[in-house]
């Protein structure tokens, strides 16, 4: 039984680019939240999608933007990078309702130079 | 809106106990407590659901006091392999939006 993938692992980007974070959830989660977790602190929600709808957002800015396929399957898009957009980037699928066990991917180390 | 979590850090000997707590000022409706080893995903330990509940296994527990939307995390008898950073998560009543605290860095030494 697979778990979370991610991809890529590792990705250094310069200011002003746009990137795209790719999430493959756990076999039988139809729910996915992504989290950006910046060095020494803990990770931060970005929003979460369910039924390819984003269904609740954390406080970023529309710079970050996402998607779910029909396969449940979810993307993270950050748009215009900034040095501050510099962290881990963790995706977390759950089978849908209320938050249940969320299992964490490997995250995708995103540097902006 | 993002829990307290308490102490920042701690350091143990082998065998020894410690308690890490997690407070949130907007009423909840679970709290999940997550270890991360450094350079690895956060791994989910417990969930503790509005009701207010206790749950553990082998040496690792947890509490909920939903009157006081605090929750703390019992380490017995510390091992070295209980190394890590330690969150607590935070669902509110408001439906699916989830809070992590800032971390609690434990460090087991023999």
């Known amino acids: 039984d697979a778990g979370v993938t991610q991809s890529p692992t590792h990705l250094i980007k310069t200011r002003g680019q746009q990137v795209t974070l790719r999430c493959s959830p756990k076999?039988?989660?139809?729910?996915v939240s992504w989290y950006q977790q910046a060095l020494g602190q803990g990770p931060q929600f970005i929003f979460q999608?369910?039924?390819?709808?984003?269904?609740q957002r954390g406080n970023f800015p529309d710079r970050f933007s996402g998607h779910q396929f029909p396969n449940y399957s979810s993307e993270l898009n950050v748009n215009a990078l900034l040095l501050g957009d510099s962290a881990l980037y963790l995706c977390?699928?759950?089978?849908?309702?209320?938050?249940?066990?969320?299992?964490f991917g490997p995250g995708t180390r995103l540097t902006v130079l | 809106q993002q829990p307290v979590q308490s102490p920042q850090a701690v350091i143990l000997r082998e065998g020894e106990d410690a308690v890490i707590n997690c407070s949130s000022s907007?009423?909840?409706?679970?709290v999940h407590w997550y270890r991360q080893k450094h350079g690895e995903a956060p791994v989910f330990l417990m969930i503790?659901?509005?009701?207010?509940e206790q749950k553990g296994h082998d040496k690792i527990s947890a509490s909920f006091n939903e009157k006081k939307q605090q929750s703390s995390l019992y380490l017995t008898a510390s091992q070295l392999s209980y190394s890590g950073t330690y969150f607590c998560?935070?669902?509110?009543?408001?439906?699916?939006?989830?809070?992590f605290g800032s971390g609690t860095k434990l460090n087991v030494k023999p």
């Open positions: 977390a699928s759950l089978a849908g309702g209320r938050t249940d066990t969320q299992y």
């Open positions: 076999s039988g989660h139809d729910t």
């Open positions: 999608y369910y039924e390819e709808e984003e269904r």
């Open positions: 907007k009423a909840l409706y679970s």
């Open positions: 503790l659901l509005k009701g207010g």
């Open positions: 998560g935070t669902e509110e009543d408001n439906f699916n939006k989830f809070y």
